[in-house]
């Protein structure tokens, strides 16, 4: 069965921390994401990444970072967390597409994360 | 640029009433279109999925059926249940390894 994991469903942390998010595939899977979801915006992509070491930035990435040292882990770091960074943060994986076969994303359960 | 928009929720409906939730799209070229559910607490699933114009998916009672002519990809399901209240997000992704880009979801709520 896919699976994608993330290190933690709650989190709490306090202005100028850093955060760490990891996310983790089992599926050996290329492709790898980092969404934040807020009410009313959806779904906003912040960084992805086709490869080991190779990143991408979405559509916000400022005041975040990626780290992709093996296939199957991704990590969201935001270096100096502020209260506008409290979101549900989802990460997803999938593979590269062949042709025009379209290949799903899987996500994982989401991190809940509070920054005071 | 690439976009979906989606009708704004909250929809709230009576066990085993008609669902229609409306879904269009700005893409250049021809993307696959998608549905993705959330229940709550949970992260997003793919409901159904259709690579080209006039596929339709399914999934679990839902239709939605890729409409290039009028760019859009409405999700329906004839009788819904309580267990179908949920987020629901339309998406699109571009031919290549392009990422998906999501519409801002519409929350559905059924009563018994």
């Known amino acids: 069965d896919v699976k994608v994991t993330q290190s933690s469903r709650y989190l709490v942390k306090r202005t100028g921390e850093k955060v760490f998010l990891e996310c983790v595939q089992d599926?050996?899977?290329?492709?790898m994401f980092w969404y934040r979801q807020d009410p009313g915006l959806g779904l906003r992509l912040i960084y992805f990444?086709?490869?080991?070491?190779?990143?991408e930035k979405g559509d916000i990435p400022e005041g975040y970072s990626v780290s992709r040292e093996k296939k199957e882990r991704f990590s969201l770091i935001l270096e100096s967390a502020s209260t506008n960074q409290t979101s549900m943060y989802l990460c997803?994986?999938?593979?590269?597409?062949?042709?025009?076969?379209?290949?799903?994303?899987?996500f994982g359960p989401g991190t809940r994360l509070l920054v005071l | 640029g690439n976009s979906v928009t989606q009708m704004e929720g909250p929809v709230t409906l009576s066990e085993e009433a008609f669902l229609t939730i409306n879904c269009t799209y700005t893409?250049?070229?021809?993307?696959?279109l998608f549905w993705y559910v959330q229940y709550p607490g949970e992260g997003l699933q793919l409901l159904l999925k259709?690579?080209?114009?006039?596929d339709k998916g399914s999934n679990k009672g839902f239709e939605a059926t890729y409409r290039k002519e009028t760019t859009s990809f409405h999700l329906e399901k004839g009788s819904v249940q309580v267990s179908d209240s949920a987020v629901y997000f339309c998406?699109?992704?571009?031919?290549?390894?392009?990422?998906?880009?999501f519409g801002k979801g519409t929350r559905l709520s059924v009563i018994a």
């Open positions: 893409a250049t070229g021809y993307p696959s």
């Open positions: 599926m050996d899977h290329e492709n």
């Open positions: 998406a699109l992704r571009r031919s290549g390894n392009t990422p998906l880009v």
């Open positions: 990444s086709y490869d080991v070491k190779m990143k």
């Open positions: 259709a690579t080209k114009a006039d």
């Open positions: 997803a994986s999938s593979n590269t597409l062949v042709g025009r076969s379209s290949k799903t994303q899987y």
